[in-house]
């Protein structure tokens, strides 16, 4: 992690947090993915729920104010991830991070600049006081947003309020959180 930011400015909020999904199972999802039926698209693996489980239980244990409801792509390998990590009933489904996952397939360019534009303004949303906001979604391609992430990496955002703008503080890995970053 980036030494800029301590546990304690953590705990004190502001931050949104942008976790990939756990690890998730081997192949791909069916061309015709259907949110609604998990059968059709990449599910979390056993490691994966066990990644969620211990992401959830790690900030809990480093009292890091979490924002419910946590947000989730509507990908069942996100929401599941976000439900074992902070409860089923505290998540929010939105569909908005269905479009980054997308940035990895042939889109247009006018798609991209749509997405990247929008997640822009969700990157300079101010957090409410004394919480952090979590985002469970999808690694991004190379160069491109946050770029790759590995399993259950978070970036840690700084936003600054509506067309201020936002700074990346740093990536924390899950072995990270549970050695007390």
């Not at 259950?152 to 549970?178: A, K, Y």
């Amino acid at each position: 992690m980036n030494k800029r930011i301590s546990l304690q400015e953590l705990r004190n909020g502001g931050y949104i947090f942008y976790t990939r999904h756990a690890q998730a199972t081997v192949g791909n999802d069916q061309f015709m993915l259907d949110f609604t039926d998990c059968s059709t698209q990449r599910n979390l693996s056993e490691t994966g729920r066990e990644q969620a489980i211990r992401y959830g239980e790690a900030l809990r244990r480093l009292n890091i104010p979490i924002f419910i409801p946590v947000i989730a792509s509507p990908f069942c390998r996100a929401r599941e991830t976000a439900a074992l990590a902070f409860g089923e009933g505290n998540v929010r489904v939105d569909s908005f991070w269905a479009d980054v996952y997308r940035l990895s397939l042939n889109i247009t360019e006018a798609e991209k600049d749509s997405t990247l534009q929008r997640l822009q303004h969700l990157f300079e949303m101010e957090v409410p006081s004394g919480k952090n906001a979590v985002v469970a979604a999808h690694s991004f391609p190379p160069h491109i947003g946050l770029g790759e992430l590995a399993d259950m990496e978070t970036v840690i955002i700084h936003p600054f309020g509506s067309n201020n703008g936002f700074r990346i503080i740093g990536r924390i890995q899950l072995e990270d959180w549970e050695r007390n970053i």
